[in-house]
C-alpha cells in the first residue's frame, strides 16, 4: 500500500508514438488536399475506396511538407497508384 502514495519517486518520461500520428497542419499547409478528401467521401456517401487518388495526394502533400514521416507510397497500400504519381495539384 505503501508504493501507490509514493508519485514522486519515479519520474515520467513522455515519449513520441512509434507510428499513427504527426503533427498537426497548423498552417493549413494542406488544407485544400484534406478539403478534397472529404468532399470525396461525402459525394462517395464515405466509401473510403472511391477516394483513394485524394487520400494519396493528402499523404504526399503531408510527406512534402514534413508534416509526417516519409513512407514508400507502397507501404502506405497504394501500390498500385505509386507509378502514376500525380504531378498535377489543383
Same mark, same amino acid.
Given at each position: 500500500m505503501s508504493t501507490a502514495m509514493? !508519485? #514522486?519517486? $519515479?519520474? !515520467? %518520461?513522455? @515519449?513520441?508514438? &512509434?507510428? #499513427?500520428?504527426f503533427p498537426l497542419d497548423h498552417f493549413g499547409? /494542406?488544407?485544400?488536399?484534406?478539403?478534397? !478528401?472529404m468532399? /470525396?467521401? @461525402? &459525394?462517395? &456517401?464515405f466509401e473510403n475506396a472511391m477516394c483513394r487518388n485524394e487520400s $494519396?495526394?493528402?499523404?504526399?502533400?503531408?510527406?512534402?511538407? %514534413?508534416?509526417?514521416?516519409?513512407?514508400?507510397?507502397? $507501404?502506405l497500400g497504394f501500390a498500385d497508384l505509386a507509378a502514376g504519381k500525380s504531378g498535377a495539384r489543383s
Open positions: 509514493n !508519485f #514522486g519517486s $519515479k519520474s !515520467f %518520461q513522455p @515519449r513520441p508514438p &512509434d507510428k #499513427g500520428s499547409e /494542406c488544407k485544400k488536399f484534406k478539403e478534397k !478528401f468532399k /470525396c467521401l @461525402r &459525394d462517395n &456517401d $494519396k495526394e493528402y499523404l504526399e502533400c503531408r510527406m512534402e511538407r %514534413q508534416l509526417m514521416a516519409p513512407e514508400p507510397l507502397e $507501404k
